[in-house]
Structures are given as structure tokens and as C-alpha cells.
């Protein structure tokens, strides 16, 4: 047995119909690593709102390993304006946040072809404006005494289980 190369993988290119919201993530690690999921699991498009993230950033290109070259993206000046143009364009805003009315990732069905998830800042999630625009709020189930995960690994979760069969 011998382990493919970054070149040489048995997996075919795939596109979802899935957008990415970031609601104010601003650290360059969590960037590059946003930019590195989104190739993978093919995300349409990444659009970041209430932060300006440091493209420019050594620590970020070298964690999106390329990816930030790969997957189109825009910066959102209206943030709210942007989720509500989705929603307009039939997209379904998915939240990605502990929440009270918030049900299990592996509950969750897809009904319409068209997403768009939500992930919110480092420390404070998502904010209440932008919250208020998803149509269904996710959260992971987690067994220890921490009530969140870190952006990128939620991410990572989140995408497996939306781009799966």
C-alpha cells in the first residue's frame, strides 16, 4: 500500500451548489483553512462580511494550500443585504450555531439543491442580525464539557455531512 500524492488522488473534481458565509472570521489560520475546505469539498463561492481578512497574509496562503486560488469569493460591505439576496435567489441559509431552537447536523435533510451555510467569529459566532436570516439553525453534538469547536473543524464537519450522499 503506498499513499497518493497531492497530484494523484482517485477522488473527480465535483462543484456543489453551496455558498459559504463568514460572518466576521478574521483570523489568517481560520481563512487559509476556510479557502482549503471550500476546494475540497467544492464549494461554489466564499463570501466574507463584517471583517476584512488579510489576504496577503503568509500564515493564510500557506494554510489554504492554494485554495485561495481556486474558489471565487467576494467581500460583502452589507453582509445582511448579501444573505437576504440569497434567500431572493433560492438559496437556503443554513446557520451553523448553538442555539435554542437549533437541531442536530445529522437531522438535518436537504430539501432544495441551492445552500448557503453560515459560520460565524472565533469567539463571539454568529451575530444576532445575520442569525436572524437563516431559514435553520445546525448545531454539532458534542460529548465533552467545551460547548463549541474551533471554525474551521465545525466547517470541516458541517461540509462532510452537507456534500455526502
Known sequence: MSQHSHESTPFSQKTFPIILICDGVKGPANIGGIFRLAEAFGVQEIIFGNSRPDFSSARMKRTAREGHKRVAYTISEDLLHSCESLKQNGYSLLAL??????????????????????????QHGISEEILKTAETCLHIELFG?????????????????????
Open 97 to 122: 450555531e448553538i442555539s435554542k431552537s437549533s437541531k442536530p447536523l445529522q437531522q438535518f435533510r436537504k430539501t432544495g439543491l441551492r445552500l448557503a451555510l453560515i459560520v460565524g467569529n472565533e
Open 145 to 165: 464539557e467545551n460547548s463549541s469547536i474551533n471554525v474551521v473543524n465545525a466547517l470541516a464537519i458541517a461540509l462532510f455531512s452537507l456534500t455526502k450522499n
